[in-house]
C-alpha cells in the first residue's frame, strides 16, 4: 500500500514538473528568422570580384621553408583592392604577417579584426580549380574563399569605405593578419608580441569562427549567425604495441594487432569522457528554441528537467552535437608490419583528441594513458595545447558584437559593425541584413590573447 502511494506520489510529481515545462514552453512567443539574402547585384559582384582576386594567390603555408614572398605578393593584391586602408593606416609587417593601426578617438577599449591569409594545401578533386577564384552560382569558388579570405575581406573592405565616408572610430582598431594560422606557426604569436610591445591590450578581439547557418539543428528553419566563443584544445597521440615479433604461422596470444584493436574498441563503444553542457552551448539551445517546433521547444526552454536526457541524446543525433559537450578522440592512422605473414614487432595507432574545457588536456590525457597502459600499449603525445577560456558571453564585449539586426543597430554599436555586417552579408550570403544570432562553439577567439 504505501509503495503504491510513494509510486503515485512520483508520477504525480512527474506529471507536475512535466505540467510546469509545457506552460513555460507556452508562454514563450514564436519566433521566426525572418533574414533571407536580398542581395545589391552591383554591390555583391564587386565584393565578388575583390574576394576572387584574393583566392587567385595561392597563399599555401607549409611549417618547413620561408614563404615570405609569397605573401608579400598577397600583400600587393591587397593593396590594390584596399588603396584607402594602405594610405591612411599605418601598417607593420613580420615576417608575412600584417598589422594595420587605425587611431582611433580614444584608445582604452581597442578593437582587433583578425584573420588569415594562409591556406592549407588543395589535394584532391576540385569542382571548380583550388585558385581559380571562379564566381558562379553567387558563390566565389576556391581554397580560403571561407577560411579566411572572406574576413580579410570583410575586415578591409569594411574599413574601406568608411575611410571613404571620413569616419573616425571611436576605438583604435587593429586589423591583425597572420600568415601561418593553419599550421599553428608563429605568425600570430609575433603580432601579439608586437601589440604587447606596445602597450595594447585589446578590448575585443573577432577572429574567425561560425557563420551564417541554413537550418542548425533539425525543426529549427532559417539562417542563424553562429559565434564561436571558444576553441576545444588539440592533441595528436600515437599509441604503440610491442611484442617479439615471429612468424603468422605461430601467433602468440595478445598480438599488437590485437591489442589496439580492443583499445580503439573499448574508447569508441564506452563513455570514455564525462559529458556536460557547457553554459555556452545551453545558451545557443535557449537562443534557438523560440524558433522550434512545439517538442524541441520544450525541450531547450526547459534544460532544468531535459539536461540528462539531451545528453544521453546529442552523440546519437550527429557527430556535430557530441562534440559539444565532451572531449572527444578519432582514430586516424594505423600502422603495422609490412606483409601479411609477418607478426609486427611494433604496431601503432594515431588519433587526434580534442578537449572540452570541462575535461581539458591533463584530465584527458590521463584517463586515455591509463586506458592504452590496460591494453599494454604506450602512448606519445606528439604536439598538444589546452582549450582557450570561453569569451564571457555575459560581458559587454561579447554583447557587444550581437547585432540583431541591421535596421535596428543602435548608434552605439557603431558604423563599423554594420559596414562588417554588410560586407560580410552582401558578398557571402548576398543578403543586406544580419540575420538572427545563436552562439556555438565552434571556433578560434583569438586563441593568442589570453
Ligand atoms: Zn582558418
Same mark, same amino acid.
Request: aromatic letters at 8%; a neutral charge.
Given at each position: 500500500?504505501?509503495?503504491?502511494?510513494?509510486?503515485m506520489?512520483?508520477i504525480?510529481?512527474?506529471?507536475?514538473?512535466?505540467?510546469?515545462? *509545457?506552460?513555460?514552453?507556452?508562454?514563450?512567443?514564436k519566433?521566426?528568422?525572418?533574414?533571407?539574402?536580398?542581395?545589391d547585384?552591383?554591390?555583391a559582384?564587386?565584393? =565578388?570580384?575583390k574576394? @576572387?582576386?584574393?583566392?587567385?594567390?595561392?597563399?599555401v603555408?607549409?611549417?618547413?621553408?620561408d614563404?615570405r614572398?609569397?605573401f %608579400? =605578393?598577397?600583400?600587393?593584391?591587397?593593396?590594390?583592392?584596399?588603396?584607402?586602408?594602405h594610405?591612411?593606416?599605418?601598417?607593420?609587417e613580420?615576417?608575412?604577417?600584417?598589422?594595420?593601426?587605425?587611431?582611433g578617438?580614444k584608445?582604452?577599449?581597442?578593437?582587433v579584426?583578425?584573420?588569415h591569409?594562409?591556406?592549407?594545401p588543395?589535394?584532391?578533386?576540385?569542382?571548380?580549380a583550388?585558385?581559380?577564384?571562379?564566381?558562379?552560382d553567387g558563390k566565389?569558388?576556391g581554397?580560403? =574563399?571561407?577560411?579566411t579570405?572572406c574576413?580579410?575581406?570583410?575586415?578591409?573592405?569594411?574599413?574601406?569605405?568608411?575611410?571613404?565616408?571620413?569616419?573616425?572610430? +571611436?576605438?583604435?582598431?587593429y586589423?591583425?593578419s597572420?600568415c601561418?594560422?593553419?599550421?599553428?606557426g608563429?605568425?600570430?604569436p609575433?603580432?601579439?608580441?608586437?601589440?604587447?610591445?606596445?602597450?595594447?591590450r585589446?578590448? %575585443?578581439?573577432?577572429?574567425e569562427?561560425g557563420?551564417?547557418?541554413?537550418?542548425?539543428?533539425?525543426? #529549427?528553419?532559417?539562417?542563424f549567425?553562429?559565434?564561436?566563443?571558444?576553441e576545444?584544445?588539440?592533441?595528436d597521440v600515437?599509441?604503440?604495441?610491442?611484442?617479439?615479433?615471429?612468424?603468422?604461422?605461430?601467433?602468440?596470444?595478445?598480438?599488437p594487432?590485437? &591489442? %589496439?584493436?580492443?583499445?580503439v574498441?573499448?574508447?569508441?563503444?564506452?563513455?570514455v569522457?564525462?559529458?556536460?553542457?557547457?553554459?555556452? *552551448?545551453?545558451a545557443m539551445?535557449?537562443?534557438?528554441?523560440?524558433?522550434?517546433?512545439f517538442?524541441l521547444?520544450?525541450?531547450?526552454?526547459n534544460?532544468? %528537467?531535459?539536461?540528462?536526457?539531451?545528453?544521453?541524446?546529442l552523440?546519437? #543525433?550527429s557527430a556535430?552535437?557530441?562534440?559539444?559537450?565532451r572531449?572527444?578522440?578519432?582514430?586516424?592512422?594505423? @600502422?603495422?608490419?609490412?606483409?601479411?605473414?609477418?607478426?609486427?614487432?611494433?604496431?601503432s $595507432?594515431s588519433a587526434n583528441?580534442?578537449?572540452? +574545457?570541462?575535461?581539458?588536456m591533463?584530465?584527458s590525457?590521463?584517463?586515455?594513458?591509463k586506458?592504452?597502459?590496460?591494453?599494454?600499449?604506450?602512448?606519445?603525445?606528439?604536439?598538444?595545447?589546452?582549450?582557450?577560456?570561453? $569569451?564571457d558571453?555575459?560581458g559587454?564585449?561579447f554583447?557587444?558584437?550581437?547585432? &540583431?539586426?541591421?535596421?535596428?543597430?543602435?548608434?552605439?554599436r557603431?558604423?563599423l559593425?554594420?559596414? #562588417?555586417?554588410?560586407?560580410r @552579408? =552582401?558578398?557571402?550570403?548576398?543578403?543586406?541584413?544580419?540575420?538572427d544570432?545563436?552562439?556555438?562553439?565552434?571556433?578560434d577567439?583569438?586563441?593568442?590573447f589570453?
Open positions: 500500500m504505501i509503495i503504491l502511494q510513494i509510486m506520489g512520483i504525480g510529481l512527474a506529471l507536475l514538473l512535466l505540467l510546469a515545462a *509545457v506552460i513555460r514552453t507556452l508562454l514563450i512567443p519566433k521566426e528568422s525572418t533574414y533571407r539574402p536580398d542581395p547585384p552591383e554591390r559582384m564587386e565584393y =565578388a570580384r574576394l @576572387s582576386e584574393m583566392v587567385r594567390c595561392d597563399t603555408s607549409v611549417p618547413d621553408g614563404q614572398e609569397k %608579400l =605578393a598577397f600583400h600587393r593584391v591587397l593593396e590594390k583592392l584596399f588603396p584607402l586602408v594610405q591612411k593606416l599605418e601598417k607593420t613580420i615576417d608575412g604577417n600584417l598589422l594595420f593601426y587605425w587611431k578617438e584608445s582604452d577599449r581597442p578593437l579584426l583578425m584573420s591569409q594562409d591556406v592549407v588543395a589535394e584532391g578533386a576540385w569542382e571548380h583550388p585558385f581559380s577564384g571562379d564566381i558562379e566565389v569558388w581554397r580560403g =574563399a571561407s577560411d579570405k574576413s580579410v575581406m570583410a575586415f578591409f573592405q569594411a574599413v574601406e569605405e568608411l575611410l571613404a565616408e571620413g569616419y573616425i572610430p +571611436p576605438q583604435d582598431v586589423l591583425s597572420s601561418t594560422e593553419e599550421w599553428g608563429e605568425g600570430c609575433k603580432l601579439v608580441a608586437e601589440l604587447e610591445r606596445r602597450g595594447v585589446p578590448w %575585443l578581439v573577432c577572429d569562427g557563420g551564417i547557418i541554413t537550418d542548425p539543428i533539425g525543426g #529549427i528553419h532559417g539562417n549567425a553562429m559565434v564561436g566563443v571558444f576545444k584544445g588539440k592533441a600515437k599509441f604503440t604495441a610491442a611484442s617479439e615479433g615471429g612468424h603468422a604461422s605461430a601467433p602468440k596470444a595478445h598480438s594487432v590485437a &591489442r %589496439l584493436a580492443a583499445f574498441n573499448e574508447v569508441e563503444t564506452h563513455p569522457f564525462r559529458r556536460r553542457m557547457p553554459k555556452e *552551448v545551453a539551445f535557449r537562443t534557438l528554441a523560440p524558433y522550434a517546433g517538442p521547444k520544450l525541450v531547450f526552454t534544460l532544468w %528537467l531535459f539536461r540528462p536526457l539531451l545528453l544521453k541524446l552523440p546519437a #543525433i556535430q552535437a557530441g562534440a559539444m559537450i572531449t572527444t578522440i578519432a582514430f586516424t592512422m594505423m @600502422s603495422g608490419s609490412n606483409a601479411c605473414n609477418v607478426m609486427p614487432q611494433e604496431a $595507432v583528441m580534442r578537449f572540452i +574545457p570541462h575535461q581539458g591533463e584530465e590525457l590521463e584517463i586515455i594513458r586506458l592504452a597502459a590496460k591494453h599494454g600499449l604506450e602512448t606519445k603525445v606528439l604536439d598538444a595545447n589546452d582549450y582557450t577560456e570561453p $569569451v558571453i555575459r559587454e564585449a554583447l557587444h558584437t550581437l547585432v &540583431r539586426n541591421e535596421p535596428h543597430i543602435r548608434a552605439d557603431g558604423l559593425w554594420h559596414h #562588417i555586417a554588410g560586407v @552579408s =552582401a558578398h557571402h550570403r548576398k543578403g543586406n541584413r544580419c540575420p544570432h545563436g552562439a556555438c562553439l565552434c571556433a577567439p583569438g586563441k593568442h589570453q
